[in-house]
């Protein structure tokens, strides 16, 4: 029975492990052979890149800063202790205190007099010349012996609070610059996603269009092959010299060179993509194998009201302007007083040589009067900031407008330039049918089928490369507005079959 269940556990293992195996093997064949599409590409850049995370981190730092601002409002309530050891008892020097003890003295000695005068025999003397008698006499006896307090060890323990009242505007102030600073680094992440959405699609179009240019390349390589077959083959008949070959086996070498020139360029375009998604070299990477054409139209005014709107460049400065209106704010608060109640409450007074109050509030009011004209210099340095930030502003939006109005001229020059050359494709495509043919039939020449496979070749890749630059110059006009993922789905949709 033992023996029996030994066998059926040791077939169940096995069973499972086959099994985890085939899911593994599943998976991994399913991972290469997964394309990723732009918008995948895009998230993985989003989720990966270190530049994001650390403009992430920084938001996080400004939000906490921005809560921190809001705790000036509040009271602030502190605990303070303390302890002291004295090498010897404190003494209080009566020397520097003397004629103030006889002048007590005198005046306790006259009230005296005053009360008990019937009574002492001293009735008749008044106070004054009762106190001017007893000082004249106690400042003919020697210095009091000092007052020694006997302790030598003093602890000390406060519970204190203080709430600001009136600060002339400097808490509501910072309160608003925090919050402008966490608007600016959200707006900061917001721009460097912007930036890295930019270069992620245009390293992802140029794997794509090298992806192109190679399956054009591969074809007219091909096609090379086979006509310096055929031309090998029409010189063992004896129908065309020797010396054609030559010319059909240079287009053929150039044909691999260029292929193998662009495989390379091929992979160091999936490097750069790779680099930007923070992608390892262990994980499959497949991009489309190609994207069609589509023909868009665009209103350049209704391009610029969106890019007034939603550029993160003019959304920086706009939270920079506040910023600096709030640096104004606070500078001016400066020259008014700072207002606070405060309260404090004494524990161990007791064993202290001097008892203070258990309790002690009140109000405080601070302004400074003179500081060698510091605040009043940095005053102006904070309009004059105001004024800095508004220029800024004005030349910011010059720029903008001239940037979308560039990408908008090039998206439409690239357009007008793809649309041109459909028709060279074309022609290039029929002409090298018509001349391969002729040669197969012994009515052309060798070099007429290699020229015209250069031509269509060179069209061709013109018109890829037209393709590209158009969605390039697309995808720039997209993020010149601050919205450059309007493309993924423009792109994403002319996938070809």
Do not use: W
């Not at 730092?61 to 009271?75: C, H, S, W």
């Not at 202790?81 to 002048?103: A, K, R, W």
């Not at 680094?185 to 912007?194: A, G, N, P, W, Y």
């Amino acid at each position: 029975m033992k023996h029996c269940i030994y066998i059926f556990s040791k077939k169940a293992v096995h069973i499972i492990n086959t099994f985890i195996l085939i899911l593994l093997c599943s998976n991994f064949v399913f991972a290469q052979e997964r394309e990723i599409s732009i918008s995948e590409a895009l998230e993985i850049s989003y989720k990966n890149n270190e530049n994001i995370k650390r403009y992430a981190e920084r938001v996080e730092q400004k939000n906490y800063e921005d809560k921190a601002a809001k705790g000036n409002f509040l009271p602030s309530i502190n605990l303070i202790g303390g302890y002291t050891y004295l090498s010897e008892n404190m003494e209080i020097n009566t020397s520097q205190v003397q004629s103030s003890l006889d002048d007590l003295g005198g005046k306790y000695g006259a009230a005296f007099i005053q009360a008990y005068g019937d009574q002492i025999g001293l009735s008749g003397v008044s106070a004054e010349s009762a106190f001017g008698t007893l000082v004249g006499v106690l400042e003919q006896f020697p210095a009091y012996p000092n007052v020694i307090v006997d302790n030598q060890q003093i602890s000390t323990a406060a519970v204190t609070a203080t709430q600001p009242i009136f600060t002339g505007g400097k808490i509501i102030a910072a309160k608003r610059y925090a919050k402008a600073e966490l608007e600016s680094s959200e707006i900061e992440l917001k721009q460097v996603k912007d930036e890295i959405a930019n270069e992620l699609i245009d390293r992802y179009l140029t794997v794509v269009l090298l992806k192109q240019v190679i399956k054009t390349r591969q074809q007219v390589y091909e096609g090379m092959l086979t006509h310096k077959a055929q031309t090998e083959r029409a010189i063992e008949l004896e129908i065309l010299p020797k010396h054609v070959l030559l010319r059909a086996k240079v287009a053929v070498a150039d044909a691999e060179k260029d292929l193998n020139n662009d495989k390379n360029k091929l992979k160091l375009a999936e490097l750069a993509l790779r680099t930007t998604m923070n992608l390892s070299d262990a994980v499959p990477l497949k991009v489309m194998d190609s994207i069609g054409y589509q023909n868009l139209n665009f209103n350049f005014n209704e391009l610029l009201e969106t890019a007034n709107t939603n550029q993160p460049m003019l959304e920086l400065i706009d939270q920079k302007e506040i910023m600096a209106k709030q640096a104004y704010a606070l500078e001016r608060s400066k020259f008014m007083p700072n207002i606070a109640a405060f309260g404090t409450y004494n524990m161990f007074r007791e064993d202290l040589p001097i008892i203070p109050p258990k309790f002690i509030v009140g109000v405080q009011a601070q302004l400074n009067i003179f500081n060698g004209f510091k605040d009043v210099n940095k005053l102006k340095v904070s309009k004059h900031l105001k004024e800095e930030v508004k220029n800024a502003k004005a030349y910011a939006s010059q720029q903008i407008k001239l940037l979308v109005e560039s990408n908008y001229m090039n998206t439409l020059n690239q357009q007008k330039l793809y649309n041109s050359q459909i028709t060279t494709v074309e022609l290039a495509k029929e002409n090298l049918r018509i001349n391969t043919r002729r040669f197969e039939e012994g009515l052309g020449k060798s070099i007429d089928v290699i020229d015209a496979s250069l031509l269509y070749e060179k069209s061709k890749i013109e018109q890829l490369v037209a393709l590209d630059g158009y969605y390039k110059a697309m995808a720039n006009l997209y993020s010149a507005i601050g919205q450059p993922e309007q493309i993924i789905p423009i792109i994403s949709n002319q996938i070809l079959p």
